[in-house]
Each structure stands twice: as C-alpha cells, then as structure tokens.
C-alpha cells in the first residue's frame, strides 16, 4: 500500500532549528517534495530531492535515502513566520504521476 | 516559479445548486493537471486527475457524476460540484504540473 507518515505537530523555539522526518512507502518512487502550508492557503512548494543526499536552500534543506524511504527537512535560524504545515509528498513512477500526500506536520514557533 | 490561478477564491452557495471552480495555468501549457480536496486540519486529498482532451481520472470513492471535470484546453481545468451539500463544505485546490506540481490559491466552498 501507499503509507506516508510525518510528526502531527512539533514545536521550536524562533532562532533554533528543526527537523521534521518523513518516512515513505509507495509502491514508485519519482521524487520527494516537501511543501509548506499556512492555515487557509494553498501550499508552496520549498524543495525537492530525487537523489539521494542533501539539498540546501537557504534556510531550509531537505534529505533522502531512498534505500530507507526516508526525508527530513530541516529549517534552521527559525523565525515566527514559519509556523506553518509541512506537508511531505511523493511522486510515484506511474503514468499520472500522481503526489501521494502526508498528513502534514503542524510546527509551532514560539518566541 | 510557474502560476497557476483559481477562481472564484471564496464562494458560498445554497444546497441545491451547482459551483464552477476554474483552474488556469497562466504561463505554461499544462496537459495534466490536479484537483484536491482539503477538510480542515487535514492534508491534501487526490479527487481528480485532469487530463486535456480526454475524460479525468477520478480517485476511488469520489463521485464523477457529482464531480464534473473539464479539461478543455491546456491551460483550463474546471471542477464543477453539482447539486452541492453541506458535506461538501471544502477547500478545493488545483494544481498543474510541470517538473513539479504547481498549486493554485484554491478555493473556499461554503454550502448552506
């Protein structure tokens, strides 16, 4: 089956950093993104790992091992503005090449 | 990045009637594109594979009769949701994909 599974809800200081896993199961695999999500809008997209490995973007960097199934994404240097949810989400190998969505992961940045 | 818009942003209907949500890729050519639906505090749920010139691809467990997808151009999708009930009460999101999905704004429906 199709499983994708991600922390419901995290909490982190503004200055520090965190880091929100994700583990996959699918039955492809074309890619890995991770999305951000504030309350009542759309989601925008913050990175995309094919490979595995790191890749950074500014702020936030994300991570995959594809013999695992697994993702973090990391945001360093928080600020109150990232209180948001992230939501992890994998392309699968098929002909629709579908996104398969986690639950998202509610992070809380507190002063 | 590529946009991809949604209209009407926010719409409040009566039960009974039908809604039209239309998706536009406003600077690429999209023969694909996605239809999502989101209650809150929830992640995002696949209706509807959109695909220009052809029939869409509906998940299991939504109604394609209630559902109405068109796809009539590359850069048109429209959800239609006919005979609308407070169930049905969501977010509705489009996205577009071209190396990676692109998401519109979505729109907020609100049935009485």
């Known amino acids: 089956g199709q499983n994708i599974d991600q922390p419901t809800e995290m909490t982190a200081t503004e200055g520090a950093i965190v880091q929100i896993n994700c583990t996959y199961q699918?039955?492809?695999?074309?890619?890995l993104f991770w999305y951000q999500q504030h309350a009542g809008e759309a989601p925008t997209f913050l990175s995309y790992?094919?490979?595995?490995g790191l890749e950074e973007k500014g702020r936030f960097s994300s991570f995959l091992s594809r013999s695992k199934g697994y993702s973090y994404l990391l945001l360093k240097e928080l600020q109150m503005k990232d209180s948001a949810s992230y939501l992890c989400?994998?392309?699968?190998?098929?002909?629709?090449?579908?996104?398969?969505f986690g639950k998202g992961t509610r992070l809380l940045v507190k002063p | 990045g590529a946009v991809v818009s949604q209209h009407p942003s926010r719409v409040i209907c009566k039960s009974g009637t039908s809604v039209k949500i239309e998706c536009r890729s406003l600077?690429?050519?999209?023969?694909?594109m996605f239809w999502y639906r989101q209650f809150p505090k929830q992640s995002l749920m696949l209706m509807a594979t959109?695909?220009?010139?052809?029939?869409?691809?509906?998940e299991q467990g939504v109604e394609k009769d209630k559902f109405l997808i068109n796809h009539a151009s590359l850069t048109l999708s429209t959800l239609t949701v006919t005979s609308a009930h407070p169930e049905d009460s969501s977010f509705y999101i489009c996205?577009?994909?071209?190396?990676?999905?692109?998401f519109g704004p979505g729109t907020r429906l609100t049935v009485l």
């Open positions: 989400a994998v392309r699968d190998g098929g002909q629709g090449f579908s996104f398969i």
């Open positions: 699918t039955s492809g695999f074309n890619g």
């Open positions: 790992n094919v490979l595995d």
């Open positions: 600077d690429f050519q999209a023969t694909t």
């Open positions: 996205s577009a994909r071209l190396n990676e999905q692109f």
């Open positions: 959109s695909n220009e010139g052809s029939k869409a691809t509906y």
